[in-house]
């Protein structure tokens, strides 16, 4: 059993994802189809279903709320409240369980309020952070990322195109990529047209790099057989890996490694974990140990004093241990709690989800938030008003033109496409092109900077558009 898992701690490694999903770069598109049983037409609904629940979910290791329970337990760990429950039950023990001298009453006052802002500080706080991750779930939910694989039908075995749910793919399923997708598993591709990826996410490099089959008939580029000694496989041309999204081109592949088994899985699951103290961590822990310390160093001079001058070591150590009650301040956690809570309820009110109640003292704390916009700040909604030629003037054959290169464009249409075809719909001089037939495309690259789409008019003649950089 040692040996079992020390094997599935080894699998688990980036290094050793590397070397699963490098095998596969040198290998040919019939050895892989057959490896992983599919064929270019894709899986039956049925086979990817026994597949889904022999491999698992396509998803990587990822922060999850944890259980009510560990919330409210962990609403409590604070060493500041440690201090209040040691000094609450040093109180209960010297004011209730000691004997008392007769006609001498107990006085539970201090333990009472102690115990009771304890209560309300931890309550507080994980009743706002309870509430906040329900928030974060639910949110989480209304979003729904899918990828585009090819399923057979279980009757007629004819291939068709199903959007299918990302934590649905599985080993063998042939997946369909465009501009805009995201890479949904570490796919092997079959075949490429101008496929650009960025792997930033993976590499920090914000220049996307050309990705191909090197085993296939790709023109104007190498087809030499990935060396299986190759180590480097964010460089291996014929692998895409999860996480990294097309910025253009188009491809198709086979899915080799789903979730954990991925090399972005790999290395999700080494990082996920405890989150580092924050500066309101190390501040609350900080004030804490002033306190002990402090205690340390008042009780015993206090205690020694009393002793030595009134000879009743008894009184005296009850009297020391009364200082060390009178030098914790109770209220403090009730007071922190309260602040934080209303800072995340002013937050709230601006459409902000605070999900742990220390980042708000760490947002305040901050000089300079450096940050960078997610889309438009506006409605993520572009408007084309005019459509001019190069002396200015309004040109209808400019509107005619942009919309057949938009409408005909593979992929995902950015926001001007969208734009376009929206300023075309219903108008008189664009009914006509709906007799336009698309003969070929070369996607948007970085090396030319264009795009541009071949039809073919009504009368039998080719037409190239190109759209892109005017330099």
């Keep these: 059993m040692t040996e079992i898992r020390h094997q599935r701690k080894r699998a688990n490694t980036p290094a050793r994802q590397k070397f699963i999903v490098g095998v596969q770069a040198s290998k040919t598109i019939e050895q892989v189809l057959n490896e992983y049983q599919t064929n270019l037409l894709g899986l039956t609904d049925n086979e990817a279903l026994d597949r889904l629940i022999d491999q698992g979910e396509n998803e990587v290791a990822h922060e999850k709320a944890p259980p009510a329970w560990k919330q409210l337990l962990s609403s409590f760990k604070n060493p500041f409240i440690f201090v209040l429950m040691t000094l609450a039950i040093v109180s209960f023990v010297t004011d209730y ?3 008392k001298e007769q006609g001498e009453e107990t006085d539970l ?7 009771t802002m304890v209560l309300l500080s931890g309550l507080l706080r994980f009743w706002q952070e309870f509430r906040t991750n329900k928030a974060a779930e639910a949110l989480k939910s209304l979003v ?6 090819y399923r ?3 009757k007629t075995g004819r291939s068709v195109r199903k959007e299918v749910p990302i934590k649905c793919l599985v080993p063998g399923d042939i997946v369909l990529l465009s501009a805009g997708d995201m890479v949904p598993a570490d796919l092997k591709i079959i075949e490429s047209r ?7 996410i993976l590499t920090g490099e914000s220049i996307p790099v050309e990705k191909y089959d090197t085993l296939g008939d790709v023109s104007a580029k190498g087809i030499e057989p990935v060396s299986p000694t190759e180590n480097e496989l964010l460089e291996m041309s014929n692998i895409c890996l999860m996480g990294t999204n097309v910025t253009s081109g188009t491809a198709r592949g086979i899915v080799v490694a789903t979730g954990s088994k991925t090399y972005l899985g790999s290395l999700a699951k080494s990082i996920v974990g405890s989150r580092a103290k924050t500066a309101f961590d190390r ?3 900080s004030v804490s140990w002033l306190l002990i310390r402090f205690m340390l160093v ?14 009743d070591w008894f009184e005296a150590t009850l009297f020391s241990l009364a200082v060390a009650v009178g030098l914790t301040p109770e209220m403090l956690p009730m007071i922190v709690s309260s602040n934080l809570a209303k800072g995340a309820i002013a937050m709230s009110k601006h459409k902000v989800i605070v999900k742990r109640l220390n980042a708000i003292q760490n947002l305040g704390a901050m000089d300079v938030l450096c940050t960078d916009k997610t889309g438009t700040l506006t409605q993520d909604r572009i408007i084309l008003e005019h459509y001019l030629d190069s002396h200015g003037q309004v040109d209808n054959t400019i509107l005619q033109l942009s919309w057949l290169n938009s409408f ?13 075809i929206r300023r075309g719909r219903g108008k008189d001089e664009i009914k006509h092109l709906q007799a336009y037939q698309k003969i070929d495309e070369l996607p948007f690259d970085f090396i030319r900077r264009k795009l541009s789409i071949t039809v073919r008019t009504p009368q039998g003649s080719a037409l190239l558009i190109c759209k892109g950089a005017a330099e």
């Design 194 to 200: 101008d496929l650009f990826i960025s792997q930033a």
């Design 152 to 154: 057979r039908d279980n």
């Design 97 to 99: 369980v000691i004997p």
């Design 408 to 420: 005909h464009q593979s992929g995902t249409k950015n926001m001007m496409d969208q734009a376009i």
């Design 298 to 311: 008042m009780v015993p001079i206090v205690l020694l004093i009393n002793g030595f001058t009134k000879g």
């Design 283 to 285: 501040g609350v822990n």
């Design 109 to 115: 006052k201090a333990v009472i309020i102690i115990i």
């Design 144 to 149: 729904r990322t899918t990828a585009t694989a």
